[in-house]
């Protein structure tokens, strides 16, 4: 009966060496993806050719004013040849731009049209930082799925064999059942790690914009690998994230409506010129026309008060915003330096789990089992290193996806270094 035993032992908890994998999805691949079918984004672009519509028309002048007039008609006689005042008179009106103020306007316009193109790119790398984050987790997942699964399998087929001994009296009840109820404690995981892969796989092809049961492939294994680029090369990345420079150009959007409020507080001149058109009076006036012309200039008393506390609030969102990408620099610096240090960690685990750790773990279990085929080990010991080996070979999956989750991160940090 040991010797039914043996190989069924040597089997519990070890993945297999070198399955061949299936094809999977890139996450890098569906990150693109992601961009180019996301209606978020699209809705971003939107908004900017909104913006840039509006820009083209930032030159214009105000639309001239025509007008036609009856003017000084006798109330008792209501006709132009009754009163020598009487007449038709014409009107052209336009008021003109200060000086500055077209190209004041032009240059507020397109600040604000550059500030939310610099969005979507933020919007992009978010959402890219998105795909490859939950695609990490769903590969965790379904890995100590597999794990997890197989390690069920194993110990129904060592239960078996307990059994027998059971039956012929060479195991005691209480071994039996204590591995029963770890078999079945592994078995009732399955369904939450169903359950979490499915949640994540919606999440990612939301992220995805396409039917939540769309398929997506993930690794077996996930071997550690390198961070992109060097450290100096990653800091110096820093200097160009996305939200850095929405920031700064959302600054930069500012200064230009301060700079337009300045200008718009001293309005420009209206002139008009006039014809009227009179007709020959009844007391011998020949009934000549007359033209009038004239320029007229607001006093802006009201008004600069108004441009000039505009100005003011410009300015404040503008030290607001270079604040924040300070601010914002700062912490993407702590950020990058912890996820170094995350990824520098969990591939130094990964490795002494696949290289020492797995190895001890595998020598300890053949070694117990040796002793306990000659009756110097119990079964619980044999049962204790057989789970030792399957909590070590967790704790190396869990490793790699941690430095695989944080190489995602730092791609995301530093978006455009390999």
Not at 264 to 282: C, D, F, H, I, N
């Amino acid at each position: 009966m040991i010797q039914r035993l043996v190989p069924l032992l040597l089997l519990v908890g070890l993945l297999p060496a070198s399955a061949q994998e299936a094809p999977v999805d890139d996450p890098e691949q569906l990150a693109e993806l992601a961009v180019q079918s996301q209606p978020t984004l699209d809705a971003a672009r939107a908004r900017i050719d909104a913006l840039q519509s509006m820009a083209s028309a930032s030159r214009l002048w105000a639309d001239p004013m025509v007008a036609v007039e009856l003017s000084n008609l006798p109330v008792t006689a209501p006709w132009i040849n009754q009163h020598p005042m009487a007449g038709i008179q014409l009107k052209l009106q336009q008021r003109f731009l200060a000086p500055g103020q077209a190209e004041a306007r032009s240059v507020a316009a397109d600040a604000r049209t550059e500030a939310a193109e610099a969005v979507l790119p933020t919007l992009a790398n978010e959402l890219r930082g998105e795909v490859r984050e939950r695609y990490w987790d769903l590969a965790l997942v379904r890995q100590l799925r597999g794990l997890t699964d197989q390690q069920v399998t194993e110990l129904d087929g060592l239960i078996e064999s307990v059994q027998v001994r059971y039956q012929v009296g060479a195991a005691n009840q209480h071994d039996l059942l204590q591995l029963q109820l770890k078999r079945d404690r592994l078995a009732e995981l399955l369904p939450d790690l169903d359950a979490r892969a499915a949640m994540l796989q919606s999440g990612l092809n939301g992220a995805l914009a396409r039917d939540p049961a769309t398929p997506i492939r993930t690794p077996g294994s996930t071997p550690a690998v390198p961070l992109p680029g060097t450290a100096d090369e990653r800091r110096e990345a820093l200097q160009r994230h996305p939200a850095l420079s929405e920031l700064r150009a959302a600054a930069a959007a500012e200064r230009a409506e301060s700079a337009r409020a300045r200008v718009e507080s001293v309005p420009g001149p209206t002139a008009w010129l006039g014809y009227r058109v009179r007709s020959v009076q009844t007391n011998g006036d020949p009934g000549t026309n007359f033209v009038t012309a004239g320029v007229s200039v607001p006093l802006p008393a009201a008004s600069a008060r108004r441009w000039s506390a505009a100005a003011g609030a410009s300015d404040a969102r503008a030290r607001a915003a270079e604040e924040a990408a300070e601010g914002r620099a700062v912490r993407l610096a702590a950020r990058l330096e912890s996820l170094e240090a995350q990824h520098a960690r969990a591939t130094d685990r990964a490795t002494a789990y696949r290289d020492a750790l797995e190895t001890s773990a595998r020598a300890a279990l053949e070694s117990t089992l040796a002793a306990y085929q000659v009756d110097r080990a119990q079964f619980s010991d044999l049962i204790r290193a057989q789970l030792d080996l399957i909590d070590v070979q967790r704790q190396r999956v869990t490793a790699e996806a941690d430095a695989a989750r944080a190489r995602a991160s730092v791609r995301t940090l530093i978006a455009g270094v390999e």
